[in-house]
């Protein structure tokens, strides 16, 4: 595997304000405290060969993992760089602190930036999709009577941050359904209910690249030619960044904000804000930063959970391996086989789109007349393990990922066939 190199930095350059504090500290220093070996359990990885990578999570073999991307299980080599950072930080703290942050936040700032295809100053960590969602729409600087405009099919945390910012100081937000029937939905659809929807006064569009109430994946680029610079796309990209091969670039949206706990398979708790130069100066940060440098587009600061945070780079290297255009291609094999299977089940009815072009990795569906969370309980029993999607109506909800074979599809299209 690769590993990173560990140098030594000064820590908190920002906090410590002057030369003669920095040189005070700098002679306090430690050398670089040398990272201990970690033994990981997983064969070496194949990139070209899914067996190998499906060999690298520690995920329980007997079940087939269809709800992987609700919580990332890393893969061995992620797992390991976690491991090696906490032996550091519980062996000797504050000496692997200082030894390491500085290049550590270089470094996940370039493999983010690497993955996404954008520069690294336009990156900050967060801990979490939510977390980015409340930190970004509590921050955009909007002036009385401007609107958010968002839609019925967005998580919890875009509205609740919303509703937040409404309350706060009265913006006005507006929510649109996109789409009446999403198995059926086009992007002409979705594109025709967002433009009627749009006014004047819309100067941030609030939206979810895949959602997972239903699998429908929106047409980001075509929304963003609609919108032309008239207001901020702001994508909550969970279910598609670590899914799909596309970027800011392909998107054509103001700014990212995705966990790296789902589908990326990154560590548990840490996640990203991606903008351009343009939309972070419309943004005023709420916590401050220990990298005044790069405000506003800053980290929070505050000690972080730093074996997890800095074992990002392990995960975009993971990912660098395989390909982001081979993964993306393999979740949409892997879950196309799946929305056959399941729609030549006697009455089972897909909700989730089947072309590519409007869904990823999330497929939802109803069987018969029985609720999702007691679906799930009578998968789980036959070793299939599901989930129902937090939303109203909820659905059955799988998603087939890096961490599944075609064995695992196909087991779970046995069992619901079998209910
Ligand atoms: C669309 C969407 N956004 C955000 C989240 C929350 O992600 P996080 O756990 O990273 O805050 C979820 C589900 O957990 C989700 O489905």
Redesign the pocket.
Known sequence: MSSVPVTFSLSRRGLLGSAAALAAVASCQPRAAQPPLVETSAPPLDPRDWTSVRAQFALDQRLAHLAAF??AAPPAQVREAIARHRAGFDANTVEYLHANEGMMERSIHQWAAGYLGVRTDEIMFTD??????GLLYHGLKLSPGDEILTSEH??F??HESLRFRAERDGVRVNRVRLYQDPFNTSVDEIVSNLARAFTPATKVVAL?W???GTGVKLPVREIASFLNGRALLCL?S??GFGAQDAGPAELGCDFLI??C??WLFGPRGT?LIWGTPAAWARYQPSIPTFQPERRPQSTPGGYHAFEHQWALAETFDFHKRIGRDRIAARVHELNGRLKDGLAGIKGVRLITPRSPDLSAGIVCCVVGDSEPPELVVRLRDKGVVASAS?YNPSYLRFGASIATLEADVDKAIDTVRGL
Request: charged letters at 10%; proline letters at 4%; aromatic letters at 8%.
């Open positions: 609700v919580f979490s999709t939510t977390m980015g969602l967005d998580f945390a875009t979810t895949v959602h997972s909550d969970v279910h995705s966990g706990h789902k996640g937090p």
